[in-house]
């Protein structure tokens, strides 16, 4: 691989640990960019002197993430990025000699970032950064938590206590291990939007070495076997999943055709969230790839239909 010219691996450096809290340590950063773990070093010694704070775990594989800076809390978080903004930020991207992919690739991110700022406002207010900054916190100090009356869509709302060791504002979602569940891992995947409020204990983590995080896509589903699903959508469909889950739009380019997108992205392999996105979007939405999608869509048109038929 050929390493980027420095201020595009600095930005694009930043992007990938903000969109991926503590999942690189620096020797898969330096693999990841072609490039030796001492440039890392420096490259992220920049980034905490332009007043970024970048974490790193304590314990191996050291891995990395970018921690909001609360000093103007909900007012630095609010503020979206003005077309003038990107237009300056695209400029620059397009002069720092990165390739044009990359390039592409780091400006979707950045309407991806404008658009959940616009689209979400509400998941950073006050109470919800409340939430978030105890949860770095105790995230930080390897506390456990009670996280106040959750409201769950299988069981009653309840107090539950668990020890969070993934955090993810974009996604509104929080990965715990739950001591009391009764799933086999107890790990659990929550919503943050869900919780009313967060009380830290004293108790220190009792299980880390459970701690197994498994990868999200878009839907906010937790599966760790992922398939790359190609999908061309229209407006409606474009609107709809942009407004429901702000994430996807960095999956999402101009298609050749007129008035469409394709989206383009790992989904979890039982195609939960996305089948219902696609059969509320039916007329919206043209299945490119792959087969097993449009077999379990098919599927599941067929049951709705076999559904409705016992009715008349």
Known sequence: MIAPKPRARIIQLLLRILSNPYCFSRKDLAKHYGISTDQIKE???ILKNVGIDVDQERKRPYHYAILPNRSFKELK???PLSEEDKGKISAALHRS???SKEVNYILNKLESLY?????GLRALRSARLDKIDALFAAKKDRKQVVLVNYRSNTSPMRNRVVEPFDIDVDLDTLQCYEPASEKPDKVQHFRLSRVERVITTETTWQFEYRHKRKKTDVF???NNKQVRVHLRIRSQAYNYLSEQYPKSVSEISPSSQAACWEFESFVNAEFFGISN???ANSDQVEILYPQALKDH????AQNLIRALCQLF
Not at 115 to 119: A, E, K, S
Not at 297 to 300: D, R, S, Y
């Open 97 to 99: 000699g990165a390739a």
């Open 277 to 279: 996105f696609i059969m």
């Open 220 to 222: 906010r589903i937790a």
């Open 297 to 300: 869509i098919t599927a599941k």
């Open 43 to 45: 490259d992220i010694e």
């Open 115 to 119: 658009d959940f700022q616009r689209l």
């Open 77 to 79: 978080y609010l503020q």
